[in-house]
């Protein structure tokens, strides 16, 4: 890879693998909002356009946002004409006022200036528009510990961590409720509430390590190992997930949601 920080080049492998399950948070983060049809959505950090696809799905008017292009690419792919633009949650492109509500499924935590972002997602909403985020609230499970066991076997920790803490600055801060909510108040967001849901994702073996691919300790390890070493890697890692892990694997995360609104 060029660059591991991008989704590029895993584009493809996870609108196959991760997007439809993501649809179901995706969905609930549109009923909380309460997206109506003729309202007009923008979707930051869009991905392969799961939530945009979801509000889409509710009649509104949906324009998505990405800054990796591989990403736009195979969402357009897989769905069609669903309106996507390159470019990045500070300095959004947007006049003020621009947009009945705005989503952004699982992005605040690779946000670097996340108070910079909120601050401009805020600044093209109407007065009385909707935001809705979301995270992942779970914490480390033994599909997730057996992972980071393999990656730590082939990238010492010192060299992996500094990485992840700059991809995902706010991982863990915004894992929790309280940070989230204080935020979204500090930005000028109103009526902000937060809940965390359980979701059962179920995977084929062999699908659930090609998705561990696509997460930033599984692009930055290919980029450090190189394709014929990483390729070694996951023949590894099948194994030792085939010992410990019965087929399909039971994915059991946590999400959490917070919702607000701008006075």
């Not at 082939?154 to 706010?170: I, N, T």
Request: hydrophobic share 45%; charged share 25%.
């Amino acid at each position: 890879m060029d660059d591991w920080r991008s989704y590029d080049d895993v584009a493809e492998t996870y609108e196959r693998i991760h997007a439809p399950r993501l649809a179901e948070p995706a969905g609930d983060l549109v009923e909380l909002i309460g997206i109506q049809a003729g309202w007009r959505v923008l979707d930051v950090g869009t991905g392969t356009g799961v939530a945009a696809i979801a509000a889409a799905g509710a009649g509104a008017q949906v324009v998505g946002i990405d800054e990796a292009i591989g990403m736009l690419k195979a969402g357009r792919s897989a769905n069609g004409s669903l309106p996507v633009a390159t470019a990045e949650a500070i300095d959004l492109p947007f006049r003020d006022n621009a947009f009945d509500a705005l989503v952004a499924n699982f992005v605040i935590a690779h946000f670097a200036r996340y108070k910079t972002a909120l601050f401009d997602m805020k600044r093209v909403m109407r007065p009385g528009g909707r935001l809705g985020l979301t995270t992942w609230a779970d914490a480390q499970d033994d599909l997730q510990r057996t992972w980071l066991e393999l990656v730590d076997s082939v990238v010492p920790r010192e060299v992996l961590q500094p990485a992840m803490d700059e991809r995902l600055p706010w991982r863990e801060r915004f894992r929790h409720r309280e940070p989230l909510e204080e935020a979204l108040l500090e930005a000028g967001i109103r009526h902000v509430r937060t809940e965390v849901r359980r979701y059962h994702f179920t995977y084929p073996l062999d699908e659930y390590i090609e998705g561990l691919t696509t997460w930033a300790t599984g692009r930055f390890v290919r980029s450090m190992l190189g394709e014929s070493a990483f390729a070694a890697f996951l023949e590894r890692a099948r194994a030792v997930f085939r010992e410990r892990f019965a087929d399909p694997v039971n994915d059991f995360r946590e999400v959490l949601f917070a919702t607000g609104a701008k006075p």
